[in-house]
């Protein structure tokens, strides 16, 4: 079974919107949660990640805010560009298990 | 730095058959995990490596197996595949696997069991 959820599945955005993708876990015992984002024919790419005693990450127009006791963490694209229309993954692992537990993907569409 | 190479890109096989992947990692880096990707079930992670020895596995059939050598290189193995086996595999590398440690994937070897 899915041990991260994410939504929405799919979402478009206009050129200069922000985009927000949600996920979801309940084993509290991951411990690093990093976003991937996968254009077509290529293979996913780290964009940021974030540990759980960090609310918050700012890495240029791409933030993750991460919610311990609610067990849910969220990437925001800020001033998303069509270069931005990618697929993106959440993921967590957890100490010594040297697996990602991937969400299911978001495809983002940016309309210039 | 060259990053980490997958081959074949792609691969057509019968159902039956069985079937070798590649993957070369990183220069420098030792662990190699390898994932299937599937638009069902997405991204599942099939095998972890490092120094020769499998670390961890996930939840696939015995027919799926993998090795790492002593060079970091990494193959994996399907045999008697099935319909369901058609998927993106994908191979990752990093320095240690530690938990904080980036992986970077491979384009993947794309797979069409008929």
Redesign the interface.
Known sequence: QQQVKQSPQSLIVQKGGISIINCAYENTAFDYFPWYQQFPGKGPALLIAIRPDVSEKKEGRFTISFNKSAKQFSLHIMDSQPGDSATYFCAASKGYDYKLSFGAGTTVTVRA | KAG?TQTPRYLIKTRGQQVTLSCSPISGHR?V?W?QQTPGQ????LF?Y?SETQ??K?NFPGRFSGRQFSNSRSEMNVSTLELGDSALY?C?SSLW?G??D???????TRLTVL
């Open positions: 980490v662990s995990s994932y997405g991204l599942q992670f972890e490092f670390r961890n996930g994908l990752a696997g938990l904080t980036t992986q970077y994937f491979g384009p993947g």
